[in-house]
Each structure stands twice: as structure tokens, then as C-alpha cells.
């Protein structure tokens, strides 16, 4: 059996996908697993060892098009059910199951304020995508794979941090999903333990202000790292704090105890931290810091670039002590 599974983007989204792809390629007898992403999300799987075979798309829909037709594929997996899978889909003219967006019930959720959704995580749904093959959750939780060839050398964060340290991913991919850069500073000092900032080039100078309240216990990582490597830091972090992004789940993948701070989104559009379940039943795993009792929260599928209310009461009344507690005890506690 050949399956191609489609998932463009984003970071956390494909790595939502994992137990699918793993759950498809153990249970299923000699199946031939393809994976079509952007060229731009590659290193997200290049080194997952569940996956055959990659195809990338960089914008010429149709080229890719014409390079899957060849291959016979038994059924699509669409993980994305979008426009663009759509087009592929028909294209190919094959069995395709294609995954439930629930986008009515996002819209209710994010404009109106019904919950309608399902109580079912994004990535057991993925699973359930693929219900009539026979494939079934194996409870095994996120898999992120960085290639043998990406190694972390010891001088690479400084000496202060070696023994032991807390990772903050402070990017994101939009700013309602962020928590204002004083409230940043205020949570590193509130923090007891070495602190690695987490984040990419744009994130960069945001950093550089954040660790100006200790420079010795706050390393601004952002900018220096490739994606690999910064997971990487998450996967030697003692316990992880972050926004809705996708380092939060490349830290579940490595079985990290997470801070999860909300603030567009929520963790009731089933996205909040996912764990194997044997870790999820005996264990403390999370914390999802969100403030309660507002009526426009979420109010995003996504996050937006500004407050559509003007007050951004979702972040600005973040209790950050709270957060900070959690992430003490969790570094305590951490192996």
C-alpha cells in the first residue's frame, strides 16, 4: 500500500501529525508512506524515519501535481483539507481521507463564542482520519526528529546554563499570541533557574531586551539556532515555557513539562499540550495559563496582529507569578 499524506505548514501543525504517520507505518503491512509539505517546513520531518519518501511544494502547484501522478498512490491522506489539497486530490483522481477541519465550529467558537467542538485533541483526530484503514492511536504522544548530523556543542550555551536550565520560547507567529515584552522581563525575574531564550532572527532583539534584566541568568538564544538546533535546547531543557507556537510541541515530542500561555487562542480548539498517554495519566505534564472568565477569548483560530477589542486583556492580566511558580516546580521536579 502507498499512502501520500499532505500537511503544508505550519511547525506545530505537521508535528500534530506524527502519530498518523507513525501509527500508519507500524500497523499497516508494507505500506509506502510519501509526505508533501512547503519546501519551507523540510527540516520539520527530513529526519523522521517513518516517512519513505518527501515531495515539496514552493509555490508551482502544478508541478507537483504532475510529479505524483506517476506514483500509483493508493489512497491521500489529507491532513490539511484546503483548497490546494483539494486540487491535488481531484488531479489525482484516487481515494482520498481527508481530515475534519471543523471549521464551523471554529468560527462559532473564535465570533460567537458557542463551543461546538468536539473534545478531541487536533492529533487524535489527524488519527481518526484514518480510521478506515484500520489504523489506531498508539498513545505514543508528538514525534520530533532532529537529523545525527546536528549536534549541540557544550560551548554553545554558556557555562551559567550547563547544569541545568529553563527554556522560553518567546516568538510567535503573531503578536495577540505574545506576551507583551515587560511582562517578559517581569517573568524572567521571577524565574530562579538559568534561563535560555527561545526564538527565531525576528525574535532577536525583543531578546536582547529581555535578558538585559540578568545577563548572567537570562541567554538570549533567539536568532543564533536553526530550527534543529533549537529544538535541541528544548530537548536538554529541564521544563519549557511558551506561547501557543510550535516549539510548545516539539517540547511535548520530547516529553518536557510545558508552560503553555494562551492568549488569541485557546487550548479549547483541542491544540493544548499532548503527551503519551501513560505520561499524561500518572504524570503532572502541563500547565495551561490563560485567564479566565473573558468573553472574547479565543478570539482567533490563528492569533492576529492586534486585539480586535483594543484591550488585550488575555495577555496584559496574565498572572505571571503563577507562571513562574509552575515553572520552578517543574524544573525541581523535571529528570
Known amino acids: 500500500m502507498r499512502l501520500l499524506f499532505i500537511r503544508f505548514s505550519s511547525i506545530g501543525d505537521i508535528v500534530f501529525t506524527t502519530p498518523a504517520i507513525r501509527a500508519a507505518k507500524q500497523q499497516l503491512p508494507s505500506v509506502e508512506i510519501h509526505f508533501l509539505t512547503k519546501a519551507s517546513m523540510k527540516a520539520v520531518t527530513e529526519a523522521n524515519p517513518y516517512i519513505d519518501h ?11 501535481i504532475e510529479s505524483l501522478k506517476h506514483l500509483n498512490f493508493d489512497y491521500i491522506i489529507d491532513l490539511h483539507n484546503n483548497f490546494r489539497t ?13 481530515y475534519k477541519k471543523l471549521s464551523i465550529q471554529k468560527f462559532l467558537l473564535t465570533k460567537l463564542h458557542f463551543n461546538f467542538m468536539p473534545q478531541r485533541h487536533i492529533s487524535d483526530r489527524c488519527v481518526d482520519t484514518l480510521a478506515s484503514l484500520g489504523v489506531v492511536n498508539d498513545g505514543k504522544g508528538l514525534d520530533y526528529f532532529v537529523p545525527d548530523t546536528v549536534q549541540l556543542k557544550a560551548e554553545a ?9 529553563i527554556a522560553l520560547v518567546i516568538g510567535a507567529s503573531y503578536a495577540t499570541k505574545k506576551l507583551p515584552l515587560k511582562q517578559l522581563q517581569d517573568l524572567c525575574s521571577h524565574l530562579k533557574y538559568p534561563v535560555i531564550l527561545i526564538g527565531g532572527k525576528e525574535d532577536a532583539v525583543e531578546g536582547e531586551q ?27 531543557a529541564k521544563t519549557v515555557i511558551s506561547h501557543d507556537t510550535g516549539f510548545l510541541y516539539v517540547a511535548c515530542a520530547y516529553h518536557k513539562k510545558t508552560v503553555a500561555i494562551w492568549g488569541a487562542t485557546s487550548p ?5 499540550p499532548y503527551y503519551p498517554s ?12 490563560i485567564v479566565t472568565g473573558l468573553s472574547c477569548q479565543p478570539c482567533s483560530n490563528y492569533g492576529t496582529n492586534k486585539c480586535p477589542q483594543g484591550h488585550f486583556a488575555c495577555m496584559r492580566l496574565q498572572n505571571i ?13 523535571s529528570n
Open 268 to 272: 479549547a480548539l483541542q491544540v493544548e
Open 157 to 165: 550555551i554558556p557555562t551559567a546554563h550547563q547544569a541545568g536550565y
Open 86 to 98: 483539494y486540487k491535488i486530490k481531484k488531479a489525482l483522481g484516487i481515494p482520498a481521507l481527508t
Open 54 to 64: 518527501f515531495h515539496y511544494f514552493d509555490n508551482n502547484l502544478d508541478v507537483v
Open 321 to 333: 507569578e503563577s507562571i513562574a511558580t509552575k515553572a520552578n516546580n517543574y524544573f525541581i521536579t
Open 210 to 236: 529581555v535578558a538585559k534584566i540578568d545577563s548572567v541568568k537570562v541567554y538570549n538564544a533567539c536568532g543564533k539556532f536553526n530550527l534543529h538546533e533549537s529544538a535541541l535546547l528544548i530537548k536538554n
Open 278 to 289: 501513560t505520561l499524561g495519566e500518572q504524570t503532572d505534564m502541563y500547565y495551561n495559563a
